[in-house]
Nanobody, 114 residues
């Protein structure tokens, strides 16, 4: 499976932005898809996930501001609102296939300026 992410960019604090991720390839089933982020000088952290059964996860700092949606977990969108400077990071799309094998897409930069 290959993941292709797009979106990101520069936005003012309080603004909104949407990230998209699409999986390609064949012969696999994605059990969950989501996003991690890594801010400058910090470790990578899980932001949100969407599972094949429809359940979602959000880290506390983005609850109520970010929404993840997906079409059968083969693609996902992360709609981010009320962006804060601390949301500035490189965002990585990721997916878990059978046996919990995790695949990564390329990172996309988001800068929320104050």
């Amino acid at each position: 499976v290959q993941l292709q992410a797009c979106g990101g960019g520069l936005v003012q604090a309080g603004g909104s932005l949407r990230l998209s991720c699409a999986a390609s390839g064949s012969g696999f089933r994605i059990n969950a898809i989501g996003w991690y982020r890594q801010a400058p000088g910090k470790g990578r952290e899980l932001v949100a996930t969407f599972s094949l059964g429809g359940s979602t996860y959000y880290r506390d700092s983005v609850k109520g501001r970010f929404t993840i949606s997906s079409d059968n977990a083969r693609s996902a969108e992360l709609h981010m609102t009320s962006l804060r400077p601390e949301d500035t990071a490189v965002y990585y799309c990721t997916a878990w296939t059978a046996n919990n094998v995790q695949t990564w897409g390329q990172g996309t930069h988001l800068t929320a300026s104050s």
